[in-house]
């Protein structure tokens, strides 16, 4: 049943440990209680937010006025041989643990992505040569325009990197797929994720972080390119650039977003310097004024 709760704290709920409050609230743990709020949300002329793992995203000091509906719809069943059905509210650690359990493999690329199944089929999230794109059969949408349940197949997802059709049309609010895995051997996933979960830990930091800020150019490596201007631990306030992976903004304890945005804007001005290239951002920005591709 759908009974939003006034103003909760965004920060606790996100990777990066920033961000106001929202204006309203309310965890939505199926179908119906999602498609509920997003009604009442339309009904009232609110602005709504999915929010998921809180991974991949800054939210603005000043919080989010709308409603912001947290996932948890986290339902997975095996449909037939090496077809799993998963809610997208499911964390992505989750849905490898089941899939190696069921003895399927190829989502050993996703350890240590967290996030949640949703919001890694809208970012068409991914690692070491792999995205979740490869594995998806079937994605079920609540369409918020005409209000009734569609199912997207593969090639109407459009998929690219990092990059989806339910990230350009945000009327199409994610809540389950079908992703379809070959029949494969456990311990051959174990080491797999044994070997990938040693590079991250290698080249990631443990600080609170939003992942990746910066979509790689076709080519390049986002990262390279902010470690040759020198960025490397530059810091803006309680924001500093990663030591450990320049592609990485970390939070000193109390960062805000917009000592996080100012850094933003301060490197790509030194990447556009020193290469000509304009750097595209692979996280979303959270309740801030628009500006440019910026806001909601």
């Not at 001005?269 to 309740?287: H, N, P, Q, S, T």
């Amino acid at each position: 049943m759908f009974f939003p709760r006034g103003k909760i704290l965004l920060a606790p709920l996100t990777t990066f440990k920033i961000g106001g409050p929202s204006q309203y609230y309310f965890q939505a743990e199926n179908k119906p209680d999602l498609i509920e709020a997003i009604k009442w949300a339309k009904q009232k002329e609110t602005p709504f937010f999915i929010l998921g793992s809180g991974s991949n995203i800054l939210v603005s000091d000043q919080g989010f006025k709308g409603l912001v509906i947290k996932c948890q719809m986290s339902a997975i069943k095996c449909q037939k041989q090496g077809l799993i059905y998963a809610g997208a509210g499911l964390p992505l650690n989750k849905l490898l643990e089941f899939s190696i359990k069921k003895g399927l493999a190829g989502l050993e690329c996703l350890v240590g992505i967290p996030g949640t199944l949703g919001g890694a089929i809208r970012g068409n999230a991914g690692a070491f040569n792999h995205s979740i794109s490869d594995f998806i059969k079937k994605v079920e949408v609540f369409n918020s325009k005409t209000l009734k349940v569609e199912e997207k197949d593969v090639k109407e997802c459009k998929f690219a990197y990092r990059e989806s059709i339910f990230k350009q049309r945000k009327d199409l609010i994610i809540l389950g797929a079908e992703i379809q895995l070959e029949k494969g051997k456990r311990e051959e996933s174990k080491n797999k994720i044994r070997g990938y979960l040693q590079k991250r830990r290698k080249t990631q930091p443990k600080e609170p972080s939003a992942g990746c800020i910066f979509k790689n150019p076709p080519g390049l490596s986002a990262g390279w390119l902010i470690e040759q201007c020198g960025l490397k631990g530059f810091q803006l306030g309680k924001a500093e650039v990663s030591k450990q992976h320049a592609n990485f903004i970390v939070n000193h304890k109390k960062a805000t977003a917009q000592q996080v945005m100012g850094l933003i804007d301060f490197i790509k001005r030194k990447v556009k310097a020193k290469f000509g290239l304009d750097l595209e951002e692979e996280i979303e920005y959270v309740g801030f004024v628009p500006r440019g591709k910026r806001g909601h």
